[in-house]
């Protein structure tokens, strides 16, 4: 996807604050932190949003998920962390590219909304 902002960042096109990279994810700093530690983690292979993901590769979305406890432990999120993916305009979903918000470094909120 030639325009969009995160397969540029993912690309090099783009600077961006990079926490980890594998062949399947990569995941760097949020340019807006909303807590302590704001990490965005992105699959290399472009889908709009977790609604995209019926044909995806199984791989692409476990790498995902398995990259968030690694990131965390880099990050020192010993004592918790939260993963929120905002998908569609409800979420207020704002970058069209599949991504999970590592958030932590502080106690967060009961309310999730
Ligand atoms: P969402 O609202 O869930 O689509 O989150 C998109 C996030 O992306 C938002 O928290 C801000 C972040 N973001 C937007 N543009 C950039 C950028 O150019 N660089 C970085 N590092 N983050 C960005």
Known sequence: ????????????????????????????????PQAPVHVLVIPKKHFSSLNDTAAADDRDLAECLR???????????ETGY?????????????VQHLHFHI???AQMSEKMS
């Open 82 to 94: 939260r993963v929120v993916s905002n998908c569609g305009p409800d979420a207020c979903q704002s």
């Open 1 to 32: 996807m030639d325009n969009c902002l995160f397969c540029r960042i993912m690309k090099g096109e783009i600077p961006s604050a990079k926490v980890y990279e594998n062949d399947y994810v990569y995941a760097f700093r949020d340019i807006n």
């Open 67 to 77: 990259a968030i406890p690694v990131i965390a432990a880099q990050e020192k999120l």
């Open 103 to 105: 958030l932590g470094g």
